[in-house]
């Protein structure tokens, strides 16, 4: 048997969920939503010890259990399939693996929420330990809110992160997202806000965005 084509799948997925039909491509670099293909080689990392944040930090960090290898792969393949749903006007959720070279390196989430106010988006996103500290981070962040301001129409995008993130939180300020609230629970967490004004200083050229008709129909009100 050859090798599974996600592209082929993802065009199946989009017949029944419409945001699998979703890429956003800039310079090399594609976010589309993950097949199982993919997610199983996000799960890989996950699973390895270290293989986002240093050994151990993983629930000061990130707010996941300190559990790596099978339990962690499956708590993450089990998190990621309850994302594919229908997307409607009132809640919606776009997770798009981050593809390089061919190699899944990472994972980020656009979302709306029935609690947001109409226009707001949650951004959050994760890159392989091995991958980070090289632009990376930044360029899907930014490739991210092209899709929600520039091509979905958001006007404001929020995300989260603990405090002690500093890598995550330092990549969010310099994107021009600005600290709203903090919350304390397991670990402290820092909330953070940008609007297309402040992204539009920081816009990256050539961005790609297809395949986005049957998404938005689903997602505008009415």
């Given at each position: 048997?050859?090798?599974?084509?996600?592209?082929?799948?993802?065009?199946?997925?989009?017949?029944?969920?419409?945001?699998?039909?979703?890429?956003?491509?800039?310079?090399?670099?594609?976010?589309?939503?993950?097949?199982?293909?993919?997610?199983?080689?996000?799960?890989?990392?996950?699973?390895?010890?270290?293989?986002?944040?240093?050994?151990?930090?993983?629930?000061?960090?990130?707010?996941?259990?300190?559990?790596?290898?099978?339990?962690?792969?499956?708590?993450?393949?089990e998190w990621a399939w309850r994302l594919?749903?229908?997307?409607?006007?009132?809640?919606?959720?776009?997770?798009?693996?981050?593809?390089?070279?061919?190699?899944?390196?990472?994972?980020?989430?656009?979302?709306?929420?029935?609690?947001?106010?109409?226009?707001?988006?949650?951004?959050?996103?994760?890159?392989?330990?091995?991958?980070?500290?090289?632009?990376?981070?930044?360029?899907?962040?930014?490739?991210?809110?092209?899709?929600?301001?520039?091509?979905?129409?958001?006007?404001?995008?929020?995300?989260?992160?603990?405090?002690?993130?500093?890598?995550?939180?330092?990549?969010?300020?310099?994107?021009?997202?600005?600290?709203?609230?903090?919350?304390?629970?397991?670990?402290?967490?820092?909330?953070?806000?940008?609007?297309?004004?402040?992204?539009?200083?920081?816009?990256?050229?050539?961005?790609?965005?297809?395949?986005?008709?049957?998404?938005?129909?689903?997602?505008?009100?009415?």
């Amino acid at each position: 048997m050859g090798a599974v084509d996600p592209g082929l799948l993802r065009d199946d997925l989009a017949a029944l969920y419409p945001q699998f039909a979703v890429t956003v491509a800039h310079a090399g670099l594609l976010l589309a939503p993950p097949t199982d293909v993919e997610l199983l080689e996000l799960a890989a990392i996950v699973a390895e010890p270290g293989g986002i944040v240093e050994p151990g930090r993983e629930r000061e960090l990130l707010g996941w259990p300190t559990e790596g290898g099978a339990v962690a792969a499956r708590r993450f393949l089990e998190w990621a399939w309850r994302l594919r749903e229908v997307p409607t006007a009132g809640r919606w959720r776009l997770p798009l693996a981050v593809i390089e070279g061919g190699r899944t390196v990472g994972l980020v989430v656009l979302s709306h929420e029935v609690d947001h106010p109409a226009g707001t988006v949650h951004t959050s996103s994760w890159l392989a330990r091995a991958e980070q500290g090289r632009g990376l981070g930044r360029r899907v962040r930014l490739m991210l809110l092209e899709l929600a301001f520039g091509h979905l129409g958001a006007v404001r995008a929020v995300t989260g992160a603990a405090a002690g993130n500093t890598a995550s939180l330092r990549v969010s300020t310099r994107l021009g997202y600005r600290e709203t609230h903090r919350e304390t629970g397991s670990v402290v967490e820092v909330h953070l806000a940008v609007t297309p004004g402040a992204w539009r200083r920081r816009r990256l050229a050539d961005v790609v965005v297809e395949g986005l008709d049957g998404f938005r129909e689903a997602i505008t009100p009415g």
